[in-house]
Every structure is written in C-alpha cells, then in structure tokens.
C-alpha cells in the first residue's frame, strides 16, 4: 500500500467541507462548542460504523455498488438540500432551540452524506483490501482513518469556536453561505 496516497485521500476526504464539517461548524455556531463535540462524537462513531461495514460487506457490495451509489447519492443530496433550507430559513434573531446537534443526529448523518458513504466505499477497497490483508491490518486501518476523521472534525468545532463572535455577528451572512455550500456539495454529486 502507498501510505502517502492513503494519507492524502484521508485528509482531503475528512478535512475539506462537506456536509458533517458545515453542520459542525452551524451547531457551533449555535449551539456551542459543547453540543458541537457531541454531535462530532456521533459523527465519528457513524463514520468509523461505515467504515466497517465497507470492510465487512465490501465484496458483497461490488455487485449493487452502481445501484448503492445512486441510491445514497439522491438520498443524500434530498437530505443536504433540506439542511440547506433548514439554515436558510434560520433566524438570525431567534436562537436556535431545536436544532439537532445531538450524538444520534451525528451518526445518522454519515449514513445520508454521499460524501462520507463514497469514501468509505473506496478507501478500503482501493487501498486496503486490494492486498494481502491480515484482520489486524483491516481493523488498525480504520481505527486510523476514524482518527483521521474525528480530528477533521474537531478541527471544524475548533475553527467555529475561534470566530464564533465573527459567525455571530454576521449570522445571516454565514447562514446563506453554509446554505449555498450545501446546495453546492448536493449539485456537485451529480456532476
């Protein structure tokens, strides 16, 4: 295996935004840092969660995989646009009480967010299965990449709670813009 172009797909994969990053930053943004590192847990358990089942199902998922993908993809791209909505709407007045920062909320979205379901169908099998690959190696493998993940994802909590006056005051600004980065993400599927 190519450790370095593991490592690269790995960072660019979790650290570049998407919709887990744009939900993490928004309930920082308003919610605190607090429910943001609950939802970031939730986030990196459903994230390690698709990693195991790609690893475990993946040579029964080869032959769906065309169906699997287009599934995920409009599930997913439904699912970014109705967030998208959901920010747009946002009052930037009004707190938002019910927003679903919560641990359970951060594992549903991997398995709506074509971007962490894409990934988790490729990494393995691109550079991980493809080898003569013990049990050991295989479970090491994704423990790393959760690591990977989880510290992308705190990276995001971390960038939110360092401008979160600036995201305050500008909260209108920044809620069209998280609103038309997940419009983008959802078009950007399809393309």
């Known amino acids: 295996m190519d450790i370095t172009s593991f490592l690269i797909y790995c960072v660019i994969a979790t650290f570049t935004p998407g919709p887990t990053n744009i939900m993490i930053l928004s309930t920082v943004n308003n919610q605190g840092t607090k429910k943001a590192m609950e939802y970031t847990f939730g986030a990196t358990s459903g994230f390690c969660f698709l990693l195991i089942i790609s690893a475990v199902l993946n040579s029964i998922l080869v032959t769906f995989l065309p169906k699997i993908v287009i599934m995920m993809q409009l599930i997913g791209s439904c699912y970014m646009l109705y967030l ?16 679903k920062g919560t641990f359970l909320s951060g594992v549903i979205m991997q398995f709506l967010n074509p971007k962490v379901m894409l990934f988790a169908l490729t990494v393995l099998p691109t550079f991980i299965l493809p080898k003569p690959s013990s049990s050991t190696a295989i479970s090491l493998s994704i423990i790393g990449i959760t690591i990977i993940g989880f510290l992308a994802f705190v990276t995001w909590v971390l960038f939110g709670s360092l401008f979160k ?11 069209v813009a998280m609103s038309f980065s997940l419009v983008y993400a959802a078009v950007m599927i399809w393309i």
């Open 165 to 175: 006056t600036f995201l305050q005051k500008h909260k209108k600004t920044v809620n």
């Open 84 to 99: 998208a909505v959901l920010i747009y709407k946002r009052d930037a007045s009004i707190a938002a009480v019910n927003q």
